[in-house]
């Protein structure tokens, strides 16, 4: 199968080169790399032996007198109670381009309209993604549910760069979670960490859009993303069948992991989640309306004129699979696994803290200047803070132990915000097209200049052959004037002289 003609424009929209930059923890870990080696090419290897976590190796099998009754088989009842009276918080981010039907899916979902569209706009709204909080109860049971959607996603005229601001928001979570659990307060810590997210695709049989394909890439590194193809009403059977072979066979061959976290964590849990690896993309239809079927009974469906179709009519949409996979069966699973997710970024977070301050304290400014493309960025750290700098051991940062902490306090929120910025690949190629831009402006000044400067020296030639010419005429001028005064002279004294033309006094000789 070839799915290289499935990518729209593949050569085209979003710029190829992009496709592979990284951006958050993954710059930030290509950073830390970069100035290990760039610092010390040998300390690669040095911090990988550092593994703190304990493991099950550390504990020693312990059998229970037979009869005696422990109540350790009660742990998930408590577990479920806590659960109960706490309830689960899940942040589920609903991308997709506009249109494609993230604001219905939602509302289907939960078998009611939880958002609408005019509300869309006026909720906590940034860079196009909008945000909604909700506490659902049914059965005693609480979900404290925030949605996240991309209103007008891929609306731009150029949308080469569009995925960028969502997958920032996505690394953003998880900075953010980490430097509110650094503060000394952390009641009012809030998670808005995304548990998992539904990319929603058009129907489309043809080709497979490029922003769709770049934005669930970077987002497959990041959250567990579950790729929906919407509106399936309008396929028949054969279509769907052979859109989700296409759709499946582009995203494998692209490098797009479903539910890669839930994968990394269902290993270590000893689970498999088959399914959701055989059986994306979910092709579903969705419908926040409800309508009266054959039986009289109200229920989510959609209207035709030859008909209706129940959303969860298996036939025709998986619909009830999807909602059993995120809902019924895995919500808790999808959570978890995002914790395991966000450990890795934490470490990465932190190591690169410390290794940031080990830069700073052997800072050399004359080094820096030397090395223009240098990743450091200096910062004016109080002297006696650069003197604990240098203190620290690198080479074991947890021989440091609380140390370290002076680390996170100079290389804090605003400084790692700032240089995730300089290294995303937005600014970068904001600030190449603001250099091309200045080059071509240079350029365009240089030649209005030389032109000038030619124009100049053309009219300063004829201004000098003007010059020389008039000379010559002051000069002969002022030797008639000369002539005058002494035929004015010689006519006192009585003397001979010529009223005829200057021509006639040229070469006249007077007796002094
Ligand atoms: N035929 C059909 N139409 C659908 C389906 N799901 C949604 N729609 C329609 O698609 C249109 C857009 O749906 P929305 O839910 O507003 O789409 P959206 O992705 O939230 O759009 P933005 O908020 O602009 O980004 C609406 O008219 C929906 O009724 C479906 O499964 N089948
Ligand atoms: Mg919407």
């Not at 990988?48 to 190796?57: E, H, I, S, V």
């Not at 993230?102 to 939960?110: C, D």
């Not at 030859?306 to 009830?320: C, K, P, Q, T």
């Amino acid at each position: 199968m070839n799915t290289q003609s499935f990518v729209e424009n593949d050569d085209t929209d979003c710029p190829q080169n992009f496709q592979d930059y990284l951006t958050g923890f993954f710059e930030m870990r290509k950073l830390r790399l970069l100035n290990a080696e760039l610092n010390n090419p040998t300390s690669n290897q040095k911090q990988n032996k550092t593994k703190l976590l304990p493991t099950k190796k550390d504990y020693v099998y312990q059998k229970i007198m037979p009869g005696y009754h422990v109540g350790i088989d009660n742990i998930p009842k408590q577990l479920e109670r806590i659960t109960r009276n706490k309830g689960t918080n899940f942040n589920l981010l609903v991308a997709g381009q506009s249109g494609t039907g993230k604001t219905t899916l939602v509302n289907t979902l939960f078998g009611q309209t939880i958002i609408n569209n005019q509300e869309n706009e006026s909720l906590t709204s940034c860079c196009g993604i909008s945000k909604k909080k909700m506490i659902i109860e049914a059965d005693d049971t609480q979900l404290n549910l925030t949605i996240i959607e991309t209103p007008s996603y891929g609306n731009k005229t150029n949308n080469s760069m569009s995925w960028i601001p969502l997958v920032n928001y996505v690394d953003e979570q998880i900075r953010s979670y980490i430097f509110q659990e650094e503060q000394p307060y952390r009641e009012h810590l809030q998670d808005n960490r995304i548990h998992c997210c539904l990319y929603l695709l058009e129907p489309n049989l043809r080709k497979l859009n490029k922003l769709d394909l770049i934005t669930m890439k970077e987002l497959s590194k990041r959250v567990n993303l579950i790729p929906v193809i919407n509106k399936v009403d309008i396929l028949n059977p054969n279509m769907l069948k052979d859109l989700k072979i296409q759709v499946k066979y582009t995203l494998d061959n692209r490098g797009v992991s479903i539910c890669q976290f839930l994968t990394e964590f269902n290993n270590e849990n000893g689970v498999e989640f088959d399914d959701i690896r055989t059986q994306y993309p979910f092709g579903v239809i969705s419908s926040d309306k409800q309508i009266l079927n054959n039986s009289g009974k109200l229920v989510l469906g959609r209207k035709y004129k030859w008909g209706i179709i129940e959303v969860d009519n298996s036939e025709f949409s998986d619909f009830l699979k999807l909602k059993q996979f995120l809902i019924n069966d895995y919500m808790v699973d999808l959570v978890k696994s995002t914790e395991s997710y966000y450990e890795s970024c934490r470490s990465e977070l932190l190591q690169t803290r410390i290794l940031k301050a080990r830069d700073y304290s052997n800072y050399n400014a004359e080094e820096y200047d030397k090395q223009a493309s240098s990743p450091l960025t200096p910062i004016s750290i109080p002297p006696d803070s650069l003197e604990e700098l240098k203190e620290l051991d690198y080479d074991d940062i947890e021989n440091n132990k609380l140390k370290n902490y002076k680390c996170y306090e100079i290389f804090n929120k605003k400084l790692m915000d700032k240089i995730y910025i300089d290294w995303s690949p937005e600014f970068m190629e904001r600030q190449f097209l603001f250099k091309k831009k200045f080059n071509e402006i240079i350029n365009l000044e240089e030649k209005k200049f030389f032109k000038w400067a030619q124009a100049l020296k053309k009219k300063q030639t004829v201004l000098n052959k003007e010059i020389t010419t008039m000379a010559k005429q002051v000069e002969f001028l002022e030797g008639e004037c000369r002539n005058l005064e002494r035929m004015v002279l010689v006519d006192k004294k009585g003397g001979f002289y010529s009223n005829n033309s200057s021509t006639t006094l040229v070469g006249f000789h007077f007796k002094r």
